[in-house]
Nanobody
């Protein structure tokens, strides 16, 4: 079955950068959107960024101008470049891929921004 695996999380100081990667185990047909979500302790999971099948991107206001979502279809990869990180960005980050038929989630990767 389809699996999404995130990597690239870790501990970073405020103002630092991280790049998250998500690899899909096999090609997925009819992708609507690929995206990144995050969930901090005691809070709702929220959309960070997504990218449509046509390459259109959307960002949460809190990360706009700091984060960039991208994809490499040939490598079955989705990326999230995170710059100018703040303590408020601390959360588990999840990769998500939507298709006409299914909704796939990765297991999450921890991002901690600590000062």
């Amino acid at each position: 079955q389809v699996q999404l695996v995130e990597s690239g999380g870790g501990l970073v100081q405020p103002g630092g950068s991280l790049r998250l990667s998500c690899v899909v185990s096999r090609n997925i047909v009819s992708i609507s959107t690929s995206g990144w979500y995050r969930q901090a302790p005691g809070k709702q999971r929220e959309l960070v960024a997504d990218i449509s099948r046509f390459g259109r991107t959307s960002y949460a206001d809190a990360v706009k101008g700091r984060f960039t979502i991208s994809r490499d279809t040939a490598k079955n990869m989705v990326y999230l470049q995170m710059n100018s990180l703040k303590p408020e960005d601390t959360a588990v980050y999840y990769c998500r891929v939507r298709t006409v038929e299914f909704d796939y989630w990765g297991q999450g990767t921890q991002v901690t921004v600590s000062s």
